[in-house]
């Protein structure tokens, strides 16, 4: 049975759980054949020898390590002078390479905005393109479709296509006045009644997570929190008429999008208003001075986390690497064409008077690295949108590249990409670092990403659950399709 609109509670009994996960994982023999097809490590019992571990937790990495899968899970992991193989298990040698637990994408759509308005679902390609790049569990963190994405998820759990684990997060929430932009479902909230029965619907739906954007005002806020706190899920948003202060005050659970979004640095902020080019004025403002310790405290005291997507705005700045040939072969010819377009004029002497500036990149980094110094949790996504450089899955590798160059350690990025999104799902003792007991949901990486940080790029084999899924044949299917679904 596909999920209509209207069934509510019924989405919850086909596998809408918070953390995303279906209340089974699957082995490959369930698959179908379909999803089988890309499947390259089908045993259920499986070693990963000899490799370069860098475990999420935070702790300092690890060489010559030995992980055992076990139906699914992760039984053992250590030294592999240390771990025995068990008895039938298949044993795969992966000395010179790196195995980090699957990302969690905490800000992965499942639609896709581009230059010249391009805007579309991607339901084929964006599932293949995050599992294909190691992300085993999405937030889809706002619904330009709600239907097809709990329809996408509800596919991906019953084997019958591959694709990560998906949390499904309500169509945006907004306030009266805001028109136009990239979204087409968005609920205009005008009272904290209606605020009220808009959480109550989508919490039926099976979404346990609510988005908030940029207009929404502080009353409606308050009561779409206090309501989705009262039926057990969360807020999350990207703010720009509530302070990140503000939203702090009112009990929101995550914030989008880090430094550029945080009107807290506007001198022209009203309340409940969004101001023209706040972003501009933000992203010039200095990240640790006075207001940017104080929201960062408020922030951590209140044990608010937030979303890093440096990947989404990179593609804003002049001369910046976004134009790597394997994103230009996965988007469809007339997005290509548009984008790169768009990135001529952005780089070419033509745009001097571009409103974003290299030193703009430089603070929104800065902030984060601040925040973490902090004591702030940092949980990281792609957002495929904007003028369409980041694409699903590629985005969120190239934020590991992003977040090294702000100054983390491999240990610190993999642990924001991770474990850090894992906790923020409230199911950080199922996955989100590879430890024992926990879902199998690893990425093998082709090289040493200690020493260079492209290696992120380089997937041979996805674990999700256990099963190893083929990255170069799922990204193989995509070539030429993101733009068209």
């Not at 590629?394 to 100054?407: C, M, P, T």
Request: charged share 20%; net charge neutral; proline share 6%.
């Amino acid at each position: 049975m596909r999920v209509s609109r209207g069934l509510g509670a019924l989405t919850l009994l086909i596998g809408a759980v918070a953390d995303g996960r279906a209340a089974r994982a699957q082995p490959a023999a369930a698959l179908s054949d379909k999803t089988r097809a890309f499947v390259s490590v089908a045993e259920p019992t499986v070693v990963l020898t000899n490799a370069t571990v860098i475990d999420g937790t935070g702790a300092a990495p690890s060489t010559g390590q030995s992980i055992v899968i076990r139906d699914g899970k992760i039984a053992t992991v250590g030294p592999a002078a240390a771990v025995q193989a068990p008895a039938g298990a298949r044993v795969i040698d992966v000395t010179g390479q790196t195995v980090i637990p699957g990302i969690v994408g905490m800000h992965d759509h499942l639609f896709y905005t581009a230059a010249g308005g391009r805007r579309t679902l991607v339901w084929f390609t964006g599932p293949r393109l995050y599992l294909a790049s190691g992300v085993t569990t999405i937030r889809t963190t706002g619904a330009m479709a709600p239907y097809a994405d709990i329809n996408t998820k509800q596919g991906i759990d019953e084997g019958q296509a591959p694709g990560p684990h998906i949390v499904i997060t309500s169509p945006y929430i907004t306030g009266p006045g805001e028109g136009g932009g990239a979204l087409t479902v968005r609920e205009r909230l005008s009272s904290p009644e209606q605020a009220r029965r808009f959480v109550d619907y989508w919490a039926g739906e099976g979404a346990t997570w609510i988005k908030a954007y940029t207009d929404v005002r502080r009353a409606e806020l308050k009561a779409v929190i206090d309501e989705a706190h009262r039926r057990g899920i969360k807020v999350t948003g990207h703010l720009c008429s509530v302070s990140y202060s503000e939203a702090v005050d009112l009990g929101i659970d995550n914030l989008e999008h880090g430094f550029m979004t945080a009107t807290d640095f506007d001198p022209q902020k009203q309340p409940d208003t969004c101001p023209a080019g706040s972003m501009v004025r933000v992203a010039s403002s200095d990240p640790a001075g006075t207001t940017g310790r104080d929201v960062i405290r408020k922030m951590v005291s209140h044990h608010v986390p937030m979303t890093s997507t440096l990947s989404v705005m990179e593609p804003l700045f002049p001369n910046r690497p976004v134009t790597d040939q394997r994103t230009l072969d996965a988007m469809a010819p007339e997005v290509r064409q548009a984008y790169l377009a768009m990135r001529a004029h952005i780089d070419s002497g033509a745009a001097a008077n571009w409103a974003f500036t290299p030193d703009m990149l430089r603070n929104a980094m800065r902030f984060e690295r601040e925040f973490v110094e902090a004591g702030g949790l940092l949980a990281v996504g792609v957002d495929p949108t904007g003028i369409g450089g980041a694409l699903p899955g590629y985005g969120d590798q190239r934020n590991y590249e992003l977040l090294v160059e702000a100054g983390f350690s491999p240990a610190q990025v993999v642990q924001c990409m991770t474990a850090n999104g894992a906790r923020i799902l409230g199911a950080y003792d199922k996955f989100g670092s590879i430890e024992a007991g926990k879902a199998a949901d690893l990425v093998v990486l082709n090289g040493n990403l200690l020493a260079d940080p492209s290696v992120i790029r380089r997937v041979t084999t996805v674990f999700k659950d256990g099963v190893g899924y083929d990255s170069p044949k799922l990204i193989a299917t995509v070539a030429g399709r993101v733009g068209i679904d």
